[in-house]
């Protein structure tokens, strides 16, 4: 019976291990976890704003109360229907696609960009530190962008990298034929030309996490970098990397 490397022993207390598929269904989460916080975050937001604007039409009724008591009532009913307009009611009732999935405006796109960019920079320097910690690290941007591909997409996404192209000017693009966050989806043809289109936007969402994970690792590595991802062909993604002082 064959022993198991010291890489891979299971009984290691400084290298323990994880259930593979409990990554899965983390990331799996990940974009509707971060539409509905962002969704509560702009929520609040809005009954703080609502309370301070109410707050303030108080106090400058309050202020104008000494010169007459019907000019402050008046005041006070019109701050009122200010407060409360009647056509909020509709402003309640959430857009969706062609096939029902709820429509995410630009402002709770952006803010779950910035979150889920945010976790997966963190997430993406955490594993280069954990397992390049006993390994020789990569020297030149070319051989960093390479550790990207093999061994961090292997052990995040099951898989490596499919084309990595270069201008050797500092900039990288990434092609995953098969991204594991889009291979779930499906494109209803029933629905017309723009189910596609919708797809295409809602893929978008799963992309915001690797390109994270991406500059984090980079990061890691010591290389500022910008990346950005699209997906024109489910479930293909392409990732475009630029470093710092990259020339196109």
């Known amino acids: 019976m064959s022993k198991l490397s010291p890489s891979l022993d299971t009984d290691d207390a400084q290298n323990p291990k994880a259930n593979a598929a409990a990554l899965d269904f983390l990331l799996i989460e990940l974009v509707p976890l971060a539409q509905r916080i962002t969704e509560q975050v702009q929520a609040r937001e809005k009954v703080l704003m609502e309370e301070y604007r109410r707050s303030k039409i108080f106090t400058n009724n309050t202020a104008s109360s000494s010169s007459s008591d019907k000019t402050t009532s008046t005041s006070a009913t019109d701050g009122a229907d200010v407060a409360s307009p009647p056509s909020a009611a509709k402003d309640t009732k959430a857009e969706v696609t062609s096939i029902g999935f709820p429509i995410v405006d630009e402002q709770a ?3 779950m960009f910035w979150r889920l960019d945010s976790l997966g920079y963190r997430v993406g320097q955490g594993l280069v530190e954990r397992f390049s910690a006993n390994k020789p690290r990569p020297q030149t941007p070319l051989d960093c962008i390479k550790f990207v591909c093999k061994d961090l997409w292997q052990l995040v996404f099951r898989k490596q990298i499919d084309n990595l192209k270069t201008n050797h000017r500092g900039i990288f693009v990434l092609t995953d034929q ?3 966050a889009l291979s779930r989806m499906s494109v209803d043809k029933r629905a017309g030309p723009k189910a596609l289109e919708e797809a295409l936007s809602r893929a978008q969402l799963s ?3 690797p390109c994270g994970v991406i500059r984090g690792a980079l ?7 910008s990346v950005t991802a699209e997906s024109t062909e489910l479930p293909t ?3 475009q990397i630029k470093t710092k002082g990259a020339n196109a």
């Open 237 to 239: 993604a392409t990732f």
């Open 207 to 209: 992309l915001y996490f």
């Open 219 to 225: 990061a890691g590595l010591g290389i500022t970098a």
């Open 178 to 180: 098969r991204f594991q």
């Open 109 to 111: 796109r952006e803010g």
